[in-house]
C-alpha cells in the first residue's frame, strides 16, 4: 500500500514539474486516464503485427501476447510465410521456450526486447525511468494519441530506446516503436485485438 501511495505521490509530481514546462490541460488530463486505466488492469491479450529492420531488410511477424499480472505471460512468434513459430510462456516461476516448425535452434524474433513490447512491462519500465518521466512533455504531441518513450539502461542488449502509443479515446495501445543505439528504428509494432481485463485461461501458462 505504501509503495503504491508513493508512485501516486511521485506521479503526480511529474505531472505538475510537466505542467510547468507547457503541457496543455487536456494532455494533462489522457496522461492521468491512461496511468489510472492500467494501474486496475489484471491481464490482457493482443496480437501485434511487428517488423524487424536489419541490415537494409525487413522481417514481419505476427505476435500473440497473453499475461496475468504480475508475472505470468505467453508470448507466440510466428513468421511471415508461417513456416515456424516461437513460443515463449512463464507461469509465474518457470520460463519455457519451444519452436515448433524448425529441427533446428531458433532465435526468438527481436528477443532482446519482446519483454518491453507487453504493456505492463512497458509502462512498469516507464514509470521506474526518472529521466522518462521528466521528458514526458515532449511526448505528449498528438491530438489522437498519447505517446510515451523510455529509455533501456542495459549494455546487454542492442535497443535503447522504447516508444509507445495509446488511443486517448480508447486507452488502448496503438503502436510502438524500438530505437537502437545508433537512433535508428530497429522494430516498429501494430497492437491489435488489444482486450483488456480479458478472460484468460490459466492452462495457457502451463509449462509442464
Known sequence: MC????????????????????????????????????????????????????????????????????????NRATDEKGTFSVITVSDGTTTKTQANGSDYSITVPAEDYLNILFVNNFLKAYYASEETSLSVDNSLTKSDKTVFTVSLENPDITASKVSMSFNNKTLSPDTVTVYGKDGKTLATAKYENFKYNDKIDESVFNTD
Open 3 to 74: 509503495k503504491k501511495l508513493l508512485l501516486i505521490f511521485l506521479t503526480l509530481m511529474i505531472s505538475l514539474s510537466v505542467c510547468a514546462c507547457g503541457m496543455s490541460d487536456s494532455n494533462m488530463d489522457i496522461y492521468e486516464k491512461i496511468h489510472n486505466h492500467y494501474n486496475k488492469m489484471k491481464s490482457y491479450s493482443a496480437d501485434l503485427d511487428l517488423t524487424v529492420y536489419s541490415n537494409k531488410t525487413e522481417n514481419r511477424y505476427f505476435i500473440t501476447q497473453k499475461t496475468i499480472l504480475p508475472n505470468k505471460f505467453y
